[in-house]
């Protein structure tokens, strides 16, 4: 059996080596938030961190208002901010991502059709969207397909769209999961990420911004995992390396980024 090469998602793709898209405001104030636990700062503290971007003060409140204003945020009134809304269901995704737990795995697969027709444009893009988030890959319209060494975590909408059938065994799984998945260019992106991580030795203020992108772009990188069996991906994965070498390096670089910020108020 012969299978075409799908064009490639925003959730597959891993984009070209060092493409990491510019921080605005608004991304420097997500991404910090998102980087915490609880997601859950000061306004002075990210106002401080917004400074190591040229970002002043006042366009960092804008951005704030403008946050909150969209449910990506919320304020308790006493200055303090936290995410809210899909910005809070994302960090939820990136901790997911980061860990990688999977199941083990038996060969079967996850078979997922589109039952309902007739869906507005914008219900069938939102569907879309949740079918990649599960790490679902598109073997045809409304057919997705993964390996199911993963649980299927679908919202109720999504789940009242759709059939399940699981126990789908494939002729060629590694044949299919290469047609589906765009591993040679996660590898690439991979590999890059690692080398930047080793070079990346924040101290000094500039160094803590280049490392803030780069700690976002591994994060972004690791949530397009497709988080395949190793069967299908060979020994060479570098998924289980990325996520290792960066909480190593993260544990650095949040200590470097307490000391700089310890002269912020109230973070």
């Given at each position: 059996m012969?299978?075409?090469?799908?064009s490639?998602?925003?959730?597959?793709?891993?984009?070209?080596a060092?493409?990491?898209p510019?921080l605005?405001a608004r991304?420097?104030?997500?991404s910090?938030?998102?980087?915490?636990?609880p997601?859950e700062?000061?306004?002075a503290?990210?106002v401080?961190?917004?400074?190591l971007?040229a970002v002043?003060?006042?366009?960092a409140?804008?951005a704030?208002?403008r946050?909150?204003?969209?449910?990506?945020a919320?304020?308790?009134?006493?200055?303090?901010?936290?995410?809210a809304?899909h910005?809070?269901?994302?960090?939820?995704r990136?901790?997911a991502?980061?860990?990688g737990r999977?199941?083990?795995?038996?060969?079967?697969?996850h078979l997922?059709?589109v039952t309902?027709t007739?869906?507005?444009?914008?219900?069938?893009?939102r569907r879309?969207h949740?079918?990649?988030?599960?790490r679902?890959?598109?073997?045809r319209?409304?057919?997705?397909t993964?390996?199911?060494n993963?649980?299927l975590?679908?919202?109720?909408?999504?789940a009242?769209?759709?059939?399940?059938?699981?126990?789908?065994v494939?002729?060629?799984?590694?044949l299919?999961?290469a047609?589906?998945?765009d591993?040679e260019?996660?590898?690439?992106r991979?590999?890059?990420?690692?080398?930047?991580?080793e070079?990346?030795?924040?101290?000094e203020p500039?160094?803590l911004?280049?490392g803030?992108?780069?700690?976002a772009?591994v994060?972004?990188h690791?949530?397009?995992?497709?988080?395949?069996?190793?069967?299908l991906?060979?020994?060479?994965?570098?998924g289980?390396?990325?996520?290792?070498?960066?909480?190593?390096?993260?544990?650095?670089?949040?200590?470097?980024?307490a000391?700089?910020?310890?002269?912020?108020?109230?973070?």
């Amino acid at each position: 059996m012969q299978f075409r090469k799908v064009s490639t998602s925003p959730q597959t793709t891993a984009g070209s080596a060092g493409s990491d898209p510019p921080l605005t405001a608004r991304s420097v104030l997500a991404s910090t938030l998102l980087g915490v636990d609880p997601p859950e700062l000061s306004v002075a503290a990210l106002v401080h961190m917004a400074g190591l971007f040229a970002v002043n003060e006042n366009r960092a409140r804008v951005a704030l208002s403008r946050m909150v204003a969209s449910g990506e945020a919320t304020t308790d009134g006493t200055g303090r901010y936290r995410l809210a809304g899909h910005l809070l269901e994302r960090q939820r995704r990136q901790a997911a991502s980061r860990a990688g737990r999977t199941r083990p795995w038996t060969g079967t697969w996850h078979l997922v059709v589109v039952t309902t027709t007739g869906s507005p444009a914008e219900v069938r893009a939102r569907r879309r969207h949740a079918l990649r988030l599960a790490r679902l890959a598109e073997l045809r319209e409304g057919v997705w397909t993964r390996p199911d060494n993963l649980d299927l975590r679908l919202d109720d909408q999504t789940a009242g769209d759709v059939t399940v059938f699981t126990g789908a065994v494939p002729a060629e799984p590694e044949l299919l999961a290469a047609a589906l998945w765009d591993l040679e260019g996660w590898t690439v992106r991979a590999t890059d990420l690692l080398d930047r991580l080793e070079a990346v030795t924040p101290s000094e203020p500039a160094d803590l911004a280049a490392g803030f992108v780069l700690s976002a772009a591994v994060l972004r990188h690791l949530q397009a995992d497709p988080l395949l069996p190793d069967d299908l991906v060979g020994r060479g994965w570098p998924g289980a390396r990325l996520r290792r070498v960066y909480d190593a390096w993260d544990g650095r670089y949040r200590a470097a980024l307490a000391r700089w910020g310890a002269g912020s108020p109230g973070s």
